[in-house]
T-cell receptor, first 115, second 112 residues
Framework: DAGVIQSPRHEVTEMGQEVTLRCKPI?????LFWYRQTMMRGLELLIY????????DSGMPEDRFSAKMPNASFSTLKIQPSEPRDSAVYFC?????????????FGPGTRLTVL | QQQVKQSPQSLIVQKGGISIINCAYE??????FPWYQQFPGKGPALLIA?????SEKKEGRFTISFNKSAKQFSLHIMDSQPGDSATYFC???????????FGGGTRLMVKP
């Protein structure tokens, strides 16, 4: 199994530009999570999908952030317009099925830099 | 209250020593307490986890101690090695399904 796949691994953009981060969860997992990690705020949950349906988006910072999961094998996190304070590492994680259903498997992350 | 409080923020231990990281929670509905390990440039990965029906779980050099009445749990790393140098996160999950509430993280450095 390839694990959780995220793209791009690195993204550098200018303030005001649209940024789209992509995630492919582990096949068979029915829950998907987007996290943001910064030195100041640690690991923050942004949004959580279960069976492709958003369950909790209370961590989404503001309307500039949106996330979709059109099918079980793909999700996007979009920031429009981006701002320098959005610079962070964004992780996607998936979980589901089996006795240890709570275990979340993280992708390698996307390091976003907004200039 | 969904918060999980973790301490210390950073820890330096000599090779062969014991590393201890502590976490405390408020929500009595939490019933799953994992620890995640994160190396630089990587995503967090599950290290060890415990459910509140036991007070201790050991896997190799890693042990979780759980105190339900105090609502605290801790990670002990015995015979710490330089390869254990990483950031460690405690977490908790409960009635919210698969959602995890993470602690703030502890950056561990094991000196040779």
């Amino acid at each position: 199994d390839a694990g959780v796949i995220q793209s791009p691994r690195h993204e550098v953009t200018e303030m005001g530009q649209e940024v789209t981060l992509r995630c492919k969860p582990i096949s068979g997992h029915n829950s998907l999570f987007w996290y943001r990690q910064t030195m100041m705020r640690g690991l923050e949950l942004l949004i959580y999908f279960n069976n492709n349906v958003p369950i909790d988006d209370s961590g989404m910072p503001e309307d500039r952030f949106s996330a979709k999961m059109p099918n079980a094998s793909f999700s996007t996190l979009k920031i429009q317009p981006s701002e320098p304070r959005d610079s962070a590492v964004y992780f996607c994680a998936s979980s589901g099925g089996g006795a240890t259903y709570n275990e979340q498997f993280f992708g390698p992350g996307t390091r976003l830099t907004v200039l | 209250q969904q918060q999980v409080k973790q301490s210390p923020q950073s820890l330096i231990v000599q090779k062969g020593g014991i590393s201890i990281i502590n976490c405390a929670y408020e929500n009595t509905a939490f019933d799953y307490f994992p620890w995640y390990q994160q190396f630089p440039g990587k995503g967090p990965a599950l290290l060890i986890a415990i459910r509140p029906d036991v007070s201790e779980k050991k896997e190799g050099r890693f042990t979780i101690s759980f105190n339900k009445s105090a609502k605290q749990f801790s990670l002990h790393i015995m015979d710490s090695q330089p390869g254990d140098s990483a950031t460690y996160f405690c977490a908790a999950s409960g009635n919210a399904g698969n959602m995890l509430t993470f602690g703030g993280g502890t950056r561990l450095m094991v000196k040779p």
